[in-house]
């Protein structure tokens, strides 16, 4: 084929991409991260990622607020540290407490939100929203500042979503862990750290939803469920009645050999006697 001039035009020496398949821009290193991301925990673990970050904009651009405020004091922007800072007041309907009468203050609260968990905090934190945020701000925030891979980081948020209802080991397939892979990350102290921290939170965060779980249950008739939350609540207490029994036996059984026994010395003996060796049947 000629061009415009007449000459054949030159040959290409490799043969051209595919529309469908553009050159990679090898040298952006936010392209190089978003595939690094990719290949590491795949699509469905970063849809799943993402997809649990339960916050209003309010809430996000104060989480971002006080992690400057942190980092500008030289503090850790931990989730604790931004859960302790949080202003107080506001209902979840949004209302800010009446009891609240200064305006710049009701101003404050109303702006940051209602108080999210530290969990939520968390998951924000790990999210690309954040850490471009943070760097509007002039924070860059490495999402590797915790010690973990993106692969740990990715486990955790997994394990820490009670509510897709897989056990521990789809949990582990879906997130392309295996058994030993995760075991060895359970001896190294930084994932131990964080493993236990992210497992706490979320006992500490499903406890509401255990007591009204078996609230339903007791109101439902379940007899053994209403036994267990009786001892719960302390109204049946069937060990602490043993233990009264055995100590109103004790102090009748003292009673009857002080009437008959009359040596002080024999007595003394006698009730030190009974009453260490009872106390130890009772503990028993």
Partial sequence: MSDSFGFDSVPSQEAPAPVSQPLPDE???????????????????????????????????NIRMLSRELFVSR??????AIYDLWPKGLNQSGVVNSSITEPSERGRIFRAGFRPTIQDIQ??????????????????VDPNDTGLTVEQLGLLTIL?????????KRKLSHAGITWNKYQTWLAQPVFAKHHKETMDNLLKDMMPIAKQQM?????????????????????????????????AFIGILLEIIEEEVKDPQVLLRIGSKISLRGSKAIEG
């Fill in 215 to 247: 609230a339903m249950k007791i109101a439902a008739g379940d007899a053994a469920m209403i036994k267990f939350g009786m001892e719960v609540t302390g109204e049946h207490d069937p060990n602490g009645k043993k233990q009264i029994d055995a100590k």
């Fill in 27 to 61: 040298t952006d290193p936010e392209q190089l991260a978003k595939r690094m991301v990719l290949s590491t925990i795949g699509e469905s673990v970063k849809a799943d990622y993402e997809a649990q970050i339960n916050l209003d904009g309010r809430q996000k651009m």
């Fill in 160 to 168: 820490s979503n009670p509510a897709d209802g897989r056990d521990l």
């Fill in 123 to 140: 998951q924000y934190q790990s999210s690309s929203e954040y850490i471009e945020g943070m760097g509007t701000l002039g924070i860059e």
């Fill in 75 to 80: 503090k850790p922007m931990t989730a604790e």
